[in-house]
Structure formats: C-alpha cells, structure tokens
C-alpha cells in the first residue's frame, strides 16, 4: 500500500526539493524567453506596418500564447506541489511568489487591454507604449520574468558555471528587455538623435505630426535630402499620402503614421503633387503636369494607373474631396485668373464655383458638404472665405494681417486651420467657427510650417514644416532629449549588470550575451541593427573589467567604479557608430557630455545596489 505523504510528515529540506528544482527554473526560463520573444514579434509587426485595426492577430497569438505557456507551468507546478501534501504558501515555489502575482495582473491586463481596444481603438506610435493596459502588461511581465532570478537569489549557497546560472542570469535578460521595449521611445539605438539635424541648418520639407491643440509635435521624416510635403490623411488615420522629391522631381507616396511600410504611387518625369484621399478610401487626387501644365489626376490608393480628370494644360491643382467621395474640387488658372471648380469622379460635371466675382484658391469641403473653404485675395492679401453651395454666398473668416493660406476644415466642422505669415514666420493657425481669436497652434521661430491635414477623428493635425539657419531651439531641445534618453537606458544596463554582480560569480561572457541580445531585440523593432556590434564590444569590455577588477561585497569602490566604466563604454561604442555610419551633427560638447553622464548614471545606480549600512543610516 502506498504512503500518502502529508505536509506534516516532511522536512524542510524535502519540502525544498519538492517545490523547485532546476530543471523547473531552465523550462520556466525557456518559455518566459519564448514569451518576451512573442512581445518584441508583435512589436516588430506593428512598427513595420503588419497589423490592422484588430485585437486578433497573428502576432498576439504568439504573445498570448507564450503567456499561456508560463502560466500553465507555474500554476501546474503548483498543483503538482498541493497533491504531494505541501500547503498553499509552501507550493508556490521559493522566489516564484511576485511571479504569480505578475501571472494575474497580465491576465487582467490582457482582458483590460482587449476593452480597451474595442472602445479607443488600436493605439498608434507612443501611445502603444503608454496606455494604461499596455503598462499593466508590462509591469506583469516584468513580474512574471523575474521569477528565475529570484529563485536564484533566495536560494542557500553559491553559483558558478553557465549551467548553474543560466536561469538567472537570462531572467535578468528577459525583464530587462520588457523594460527596454516599453521604453523603446526614448532609446538611443531607435531614436538617435545625435545624428538627425533638426534645426541649425536647412530643413527643405519634413513631416510632422501634432496634437489638435497644438502640443506634442512629432517629426514623422528625417531625410534632410528630401523635399515632403502636402499630407493627407487616409480615412481610418493610418497612413498618410504626401508628395516627395525624387531625383528632381515629385512622386506621390504612402506611409504608416507609426512609421515604416512607406509606398510609392506615382513614377514619372513629371511633378506629382498636391495628393488628397479620397474619405471613401479607395482613391487618391492629385496634380501632374506629366503631359503640360497641372491637370487633376486619381490614382488607386493602394496603387495602379493613374486616370486624368480634367483637361490637359489648364492649369489645375490643389484637390479636395466631396465628402461622399463623388466630386473634386479644385483651383484653376486661366488668363491670369484662378477660380475654383469642380468635377465628378468620372470627368463629367466640370463646374466653376466662383466665376469671376472673385479669385479662389485652394479648396477646402466641409464635412458636411455644404460649403467649401478656401482662399483668396480680394481684400488685398489673402485671407479665409466659405462658399455656401446651395446658396453661393460667400463668408470671409478671418481677417488678419499677412497672408493667410491653406485651410482644412476639421472633421467636426466646427473650425478651419490654416497657415498665415502674420508674425513674420509662416505658422499655423486653427480659427472657430462660431466666433473668436485664431489660435497659433506651432509658433516656432525657426520654423515655417504648412499644409495642414486633420485625421479623420480630429484629434491630429499632420503638417509640412522647414527649418531655416536659426533653428537652434528646436536643435537645443532635440539634444536634450537625446542626452535625457542616454541617461536613462544607461541607468536601466547598470541596474540589470548590478543585480548579476551583486549576488553571483559570473563566468565570462555573461555581459557579452547580455547586451548582444538586449541590442537585438530593440533594434529589430526599427532596423537599426548597426549598432549590435558596439553592444558586443561593450558586453566583452564589461566581462573583461569584471575579471580584472574581482568585484565583491566588501569592494564596494570597484563595483561603482565597474558602475561608471560599463555604460560609459557602452556609450562611446555607441557614438563611434554613429561616426563610421553617419554624420553626428551633435557638438563635441553633446556627445562628450552625453557619454560622461552615461557612467555617472550607473555611477549613482551603484549606492541604490549596494550600498553600506553606514550609508543608508538616517543623518
């Protein structure tokens, strides 16, 4: 007959052996390696443009599934513990405690992150990082990775060898990374700063996003070579078309909001420009003057040949849809004077809206297809008209000093942004309706920005912007930026480095392998996989240092001297990539600086570590 083993017949020693071993630590640090590789899948897929306006996709099943996958095997082990007689605190395994906790507040993550989806939408660029179930996930993963190590940290005696410290010492790996990604926002490796030139010298055309109100303005283009102009938004606020310079000319191009999945329309001798989407989603107008002078065109927006609306050499451009998708309107010069007309889809039912009471220029329709807003200069200087379509009455709406141009009606109807000239730099402004002053909405010195596009749910404002020779705020706040960035990523390696050095004997190449793959991962999520090198080299320098310098507990100067060293080398490994790979338009005094404040960080990370009791001593 069997013996049924009770929790009051073991020892403690048994107990231990029952509740975790190492092979447990190394099959939970496989999966929860599986589940964080499931993460950085989705966010790859989101960065490049492989994911729709859905919560069920391809790269959330990997995600989830590795979730599933850790959770059925904590829990399992568990149950396993409860049947041979442990009680419910001894069959939690030894440092698996926070772990299970991290179990659940994912899973109400993930539930929370699906209502979420389904009331605001799928998040886009930055807000996919900050939303409040996105941060709820990530705090679980970070949970649930650090498991290992805990169990490591907890447990009596010493480590040595690969073998021994493998589940550790990728746990520290994995919760690390979570971090890194979910903080990818403000990480060097994606976003260097040192070496995009956003003022100080001349910015040609460059794509811009903001907030409706003016905050959070947000480069979307950094390619000082290229002239981009002219976006609009398609009708879900994905994607934008916009017109671009290639080899002296303009093509019509496509690109994520997000960034990434960039798509080329138009490919002629001529200059394409002025695109509009249409709010039905199925085409994009456009001007060419392929074949003369500018003539109203549409293409398919997903790409395909390219179909002309109206007559060749007329003199045609500035496009902007009906809201039902049906007509265009748009500017045409003839004889020295420019109206605004209008035409069918299909060519038929041309149209001049202002005959020759008064000029017009580009055409704006309003949402509800009752009027259309544009320009025109007979006061003297241009300003902002409406032109009622059942009536044809005409609204002047504003009435300031310079020149006023480019209007954009916004979704609701309820204002028109615009640009104007009025304080000397060309700014835009957002003007009500209903009554009140315009609002300057990017009011930058350095800057002259245009062409303003609302997203369809009015929450964005898409424009074009040019820097000139003064743009040394936008320079100065750039590289502040930059250098707050490198802080904290510098600060987050020497804590990961820290926890490992504190507690164990590390063999060689534990640095190596550590930055190699953190480096890997966050640089597949944009591409930027010219900076694995430098990790490699910074990983091999810290293993070298760590052998050198025979860190311990009661050598408390030579781990914050490794503290300093590691992210300062680590820095200047980074910034020699920059050199060989590109122009680093920082001063010596921003890079210099930038890679000292990298070591002092790790520097001060060191006395939160280890510190001596002395120290933490209340004064």
Do not use: C
Request: charged share 15%; net charge negative.
């Amino acid at each position: 007959m069997a013996t049924t083993i009770t929790s009051g017949n073991l020892r403690k020693t048994e107990r231990a052996a029952l509740a975790v071993s190492g092979r447990f630590d190394t099959a939970y640090t496989l999966l929860a390696a599986f589940f964080v590789a499931g993460l950085y899948i989705d966010g790859w897929a989101h960065n490049h443009g492989r994911v729709d306006e859905s919560f069920f996709t391809p790269w959330h099943a990997i995600f989830y599934a590795g979730f599933a996958l850790v959770a059925l095997l904590l829990l399992g082990r568990i149950v396993l513990n409860r049947r041979r007689g442990l009680g419910l605190r001894e069959a939690i395994p030894p440092g698996y405690g926070y772990a299970l906790l991290g179990v659940f507040i994912f899973g109400f993550g993930g539930i929370g992150d699906l209502v979420w989806h389904t009331l605001f939408g799928i998040e886009e660029n930055v807000e996919a990082l900050l939303s409040p179930t996105h941060l709820l996930l990530a705090a679980g993963m970070v949970l649930i990775t650090a498991g290992p190590l805990r169990a490591a940290w907890v447990r009596e005696g010493s480590f040595q060898g690969w073998r021994a410290l493998f589940p550790a010492v990728f746990s520290v790996l994995l919760f690390w990374s979570v971090i890194s990604f979910i903080t990818q926002f403000v990480h060097p490796m994606l976003q260097p700063w040192a070496a995009i030139d956003v003022g100080g010298q001349e910015m040609g055309g460059e794509l811009f996003v903001m907030d409706a109100d003016g905050h959070r303005q947000t480069r979307l283009t950094a390619s000082a070579e290229v002239f981009e102009t002219h976006p609009s938004f398609s009708p879900d606020g994905s994607r934008l078309v916009y017109a671009a310079e290639i080899d002296n000319s303009f093509e019509i191009f496509t690109m994520d909001v997000a960034g990434g999945q960039v798509q080329q329309l138009t490919d002629n001798e001529g200059i394409d420009w002025s695109p509009a989407w249409s709010p039905d989603g199925l085409w994009i107008a456009y001007s060419s003057d392929v074949d003369g002078a500018q003539s109203i065109f549409v293409i398919p927006a997903d790409g395909g040949d390219a179909r002309r609306l109206t007559e060749e050499g007329a003199g045609d451009w500035g496009a902007a849809w009906s809201p039902d998708s049906s007509q265009i309107a748009f500017q045409r010069s003839e004889d020295g004077v420019t109206d605004i007309w209008r035409v069918n889809l299909d060519g038929s039912g041309l149209e001049n809206l202002t005959g020759s009471e008064r000029d017009g220029f580009q055409p704006s329709w309003a949402p509800d297809g009752s009027a259309i807003a544009f320009v025109s200069e007979e006061t003297g200087n241009g300003q902002i008209f409406t032109l009622d379509l059942a009536s044809r009455s005409v609204r002047q709406v504003t009435f300031d000093e310079g020149y006023q141009w480019s209007p954009a009606w916004s979704p609701d109807g309820s204002r028109i942004a615009y640009v104007s000239d009025a304080n000397g730099d060309d700014d835009i402004f957002a003007v009500s309706l209903a009554g009140g002053e315009p609002v300057n909405l990017t009011d930058f010195a350095a800057m002259d920005d245009g062409f303003p596009a609302w997203s369809p749910d009015g929450k964005w404002i898409s424009y074009r912007s040019r820097g000139d020779s003064n743009g040394e705020w936008f320079a100065q706040t750039s590289a502040s930026l930059g250098i707050a960035a490198l802080i904290l990523q510098s600060a987050l390696l020497a804590g990961a480095a820290l926890l490992l050095v504190r507690r164990f004997e590390l063999p060689f190449g534990v640095f190596t392998v550590l930055f190699t793959l953190n480096a890997f991962g966050i640089t597949l999520m944009d591409d930027e996989f010219r900076f694995i090198p430098a990790a490699l080299l910074a990983g091999l320098l810290a293993d070298l240092l760590l052998q050198r310098m025979r860190l311990g507990p009661g050598r408390l100067g030579a781990v914050r001297l490794f503290a300093f060293s590691v992210p300062l080398l680590y820095a200047g490994l980074y910034f020699a990539t920059l050199f060989l790979t590109g122009d680093v338009v920082w001063t010596i005094h921003f890079w210099g600086g930038g890679i000292v404040l990298a070591g002092v960080a790790g520097w001060l990370v060191a006395y939160l570590v280890q510190a001596r009791a002395s120290e933490l001593a209340k004064p």
